[in-house]
């Protein structure tokens, strides 16, 4: 039983389209994050929801939108995307603040813009 | 800029020595000190903690030590084990402020 699962695990899309990626988790957490990994890998927070409020929001562009219908939800919907969006997107979840609280992470999506 | 830093890309240990990853961070506000390991293509997972009060948190096999006034902290793994090879990435808190290293991977031989 997946306690964070992304969905999709590929997507492969052009640049200039929008594609979004789903997160869910299972653990009754209240805080949800959205993780960027890049070609050198280094693993950077771009937002952070809490109890469906938005507490995180790094210089991401404005292109990159998150959504939280609900606290088991944070969902990624990305505009107009660019060659340099390709990376490996992560959700994580945690039950209270990043920092004390150890976070559970999802699977990664990895997105490729052509 | 890169608050929190491990500076070696890669290490290799012979299995039951002692694997010893480092970092190094900038701000000295940060409170709260973490470790998370990661196979490929999985997401990473919480390994261990300690808290800027502290300066030494064991768990099995693995402990963390912290040096405040040198802004380091390491993770040590003993023994070390085939399947401890993965990237291990520190990380540090502060509030809503967090950040993870850049990693390490760890390979274990044996």
């Known amino acids: 039983d997946t306690a964070v699962s992304q969905t999709p695990k590929y997507l492969v899309t052009q640049m200039g389209n929008d594609k979004s990626i789903k997160c869910e988790q299972n653990?009754?957490?209240?805080?949800m994050y959205w993780y960027k990994q890049d070609s050198k890998k280094f693993l950077k927070i771009m937002f952070s929801?809490?109890?469906?409020?938005?507490?995180i929001n790094e210089t991401v562009p404005n292109r990159f939108s998150p959504k939280s219908p609900d606290k088991a939800h944070l969902n990624l919907h990305i505009n107009s995307l660019e060659l340099g969006d390709s990376a490996v997107y992560f959700c994580?979840?945690?039950?209270?603040?990043?920092?004390?609280?150890?976070?559970?992470f999802g699977p990664g999506t990895r997105l490729t813009v052509t | 800029d890169q608050q929190v830093k491990q500076n070696s890309p890669s290490l290799s240990v012979q299995e039951g020595r002692i694997s010893i990853l480092n970092c190094d961070y900038t701000?000295?506000?940060?409170?709260?000190f973490l470790w998370y390991k990661k196979y490929p293509a999985e997401g990473p997972t919480f390994l261990i903690s300690?808290?800027?009060?502290?300066d030494k948190n064991e768990d099995g096999r693995f402990t963390v030590f912290l040096n405040k006034s040198a802004k380091h902290l390491s993770l040590h793994i003993v023994p070390s084990q085939p399947g401890d090879s993965a990237v291990y990435f520190c990380?540090?808190?502060?509030?809503?402020?967090?950040?993870f290293g850049t990693g390490t991977s760890l390979t274990v031989i044996p």
């Open positions: 994580a979840s945690s039950q209270g603040r990043a920092g004390f609280h150890e976070q559970y």
């Open positions: 653990l009754g957490h209240d805080t």
């Open positions: 929801y809490n109890n469906k409020e938005l507490i």
């Open positions: 701000n000295s506000m940060f409170d709260y």
């Open positions: 300690i808290s800027s009060i502290k």
């Open positions: 990380a540090a808190s502060k509030g809503n402020q967090f950040y």
